[in-house]
């Protein structure tokens, strides 16, 4: 069975979500919970570069993440995606709308 570990960090302007294995429809309950809820008040950063498979219901989850950022103010940055997390963000046709960034220094140049 598939599994995801999330680790949260906070930072000064931000929340950082370390994910690590698979994000699809079996494991994303908790993330799903987390981002929802801390997208409102912050920006959030989820670190997808320990993520090994991403299905349309993870995509799901990020795209409405993203989307609520924009409706709250806030930024949803994606930090460097593991190749096949960049290959499932990709099919989306979205992959250069996401703010795509290498560290979390980044998100105070792009807030």
Known sequence: MDQLTMREKIGPNY???ELSGALNA???TEFQEKIYRT???ANVVIDLSHVIQI???GLGVIMAAFNDGI???????IMGPSE????ALEKTGFFDTFNII???TEVS???
Request: glycine share 0%.
């Open 39 to 41: 997208i409102i008040d």
């Open 15 to 17: 929340v950082l979500l």
């Open 71 to 77: 409706d709250s103010n806030t930024k949803l940055f």
């Open 102 to 104: 290498h560290s979390v």
């Open 26 to 28: 079996y494991t994303l």
């Open 55 to 57: 299905d349309s219901a």
């Open 84 to 87: 096949n997390a960049r290959k």
């Open 109 to 111: 140049d792009a807030s």
